[in-house]
């Protein structure tokens, strides 16, 4: 099974002097699951930016109007990157075309897109924020 970002409690990561974190596997329900630490809690700030490869996904981890946000890396209109977006208040502004969508909603702004951002859940253990991951 390899589904991403299923929830559960009570899994914690651990450091590894090879990988900055590696997840530490707990069986839940039948599953395998494991929390992926994606960054500490004091690095973040508005206008941070970092793409995550997660089980084969492009991911972009962002942090704006200081909330943690998990979307995929992927502009709904056309499929840009979205790591170079600006932002202005709650919009992401794609850098390709210049649509801005809601990071409430992950709507876009007027008509020229009908696809929102798609998000994904974080989780917050400890200092540090991660997702969890069935394997
Ligand atoms: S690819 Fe993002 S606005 Fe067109």
Not at 61 to 72: A, D, Y
Not at 122 to 129: A, F, R, S, W
Request: hydrophobic share 40%.
């Amino acid at each position: 099974m390899n589904s991403l970002f299923a929830r559960t409690t009570g899994v914690t990561g651990y450091k590894s002097p090879k990988w900055r974190y590696l997840p530490q596997s707990a069986v839940v329900s039948g599953f395998i699951m494991a929390f992926v630490a994606l960054e500490k809690l004091h690095l973040l700030h508005d206008g941070y930016r970092q793409a995550v490869r997660l089980a084969g996904q492009n991911l972009l981890l962002l942090h704006e109007n200081g909330k943690s946000l998990l979307i995929r890396n992927a502009c709904p209109h056309a499929g840009a990157a979205l790591t170079q977006a600006s932002c202005k208040g709650n919009r992401l502004r794609c850098p390709m075309h210049g649509i801005e969508f809601d990071l409430d909603t992950g709507r876009a702004a007027g008509t020229a897109c009908a696809q929102s951002l798609q998000f994904f859940p974080l989780i917050y253990e400890g200092n540090t924020l991660g997702v969890e991951v069935s394997e």
